[in-house]
């Protein structure tokens, strides 16, 4: 199985601040990457998709990067809505994996 | 608007099976775009992906839990199910079903609202 690591895995941040999460892949997986927000109760929602493609409905503040075995998700400028819990998923094969997830906290 | 709705029993005896159905609205299973998944999240813990299916039938396992798991679609019904077998605590988690793009890549657009299913004598 491939493994997924986040990091932090809890961040205290602001509303207004810039925030970055970053997963790392035990092995390459091209850009087959998905990020998502869990809020407390609910199903996940889909962010980003193939590293960098931003799902439709979802704000320009947040945007994703990498390939290979590094990516990031940063949310440019933090507002209220956005204080949740986040996983990144590899798809590059058919034993889908989930990072252990970051929780963003109000500081 | 696809939607997708969880049902089934809510409590499960250990070493029964558990038994789980989706169904779908403002989509189609039988649509060859997209694929039908399973994922549980235990209490306080990440997700886990258990396994998804075609319209066909074809389908992929978490090698976990393949020994496990079988994975069924009805067109006609426009639902998919989930029996997981041999369960025990380790199995009490928030089930959810989800839609995923297929040949577009293997995440999830559509999620249920998801189910708690407890493993309990």
């Known amino acids: 199985d491939i493994q997924m690591t986040q990091s932090p895995s809890t961040l205290s941040a602001s509303v207004g601040d810039r925030v970055t999460i970053t997963c790392r892949a035990s092995q390459s997986i091209s850009s087959w990457l998905a990020w998502y927000q869990q809020k407390p109760g609910k199903a996940p929602n889909l962010l980003i998709y193939?590293?960098?493609s931003l799902e439709s409905g979802v704000p320009s503040r947040f945007s994703g990067s990498g390939s290979g075995t590094e990516f990031t998700l940063t949310i440019s400028s933090l507002q209220p809505d956005d204080f949740a819990t986040y996983y990144c998923?590899?798809?590059?094969?058919?034993?889908?994996?989930f990072g252990g997830g970051t929780k963003v906290e109000i500081k | 608007q696809v939607q997708l709705q969880e049902s089934g029993p809510g409590l499960v005896k250990p070493s029964q099976t558990l038994s789980l159905t989706c169904t779908v609205s403002?989509?189609?299973?039988?649509?060859?775009?997209?694929?039908w998944s399973w994922i549980r999240q235990p209490a306080g813990k990440g997700l886990e992906w258990i396994g998804r299916?075609?319209?066909?039938?074809?389908?992929n396992y978490n090698p976990s839990l393949k020994s496990r798991v079988t994975i069924s679609v009805d067109t006609s019904k426009n639902q998919f199910s989930l029996k997981l077998s041999s369960v025990t605590a380790a199995d009490t988690a928030v089930y959810y079903c989800a839609r995923d793009a297929g040949i577009g890549g293997v995440f999830f657009d559509y999620w249920g609202q998801g189910t708690l299913v407890t493993v309990s004598s």
């Open positions: 998923q590899q798809y590059d094969s058919y034993s889908l994996t």
């Open positions: 299916i075609d319209t066909s039938g074809s389908t």
């Open positions: 193939k590293a960098s």
């Open positions: 403002g989509g189609s299973t039988s649509s060859g775009t997209y694929y």
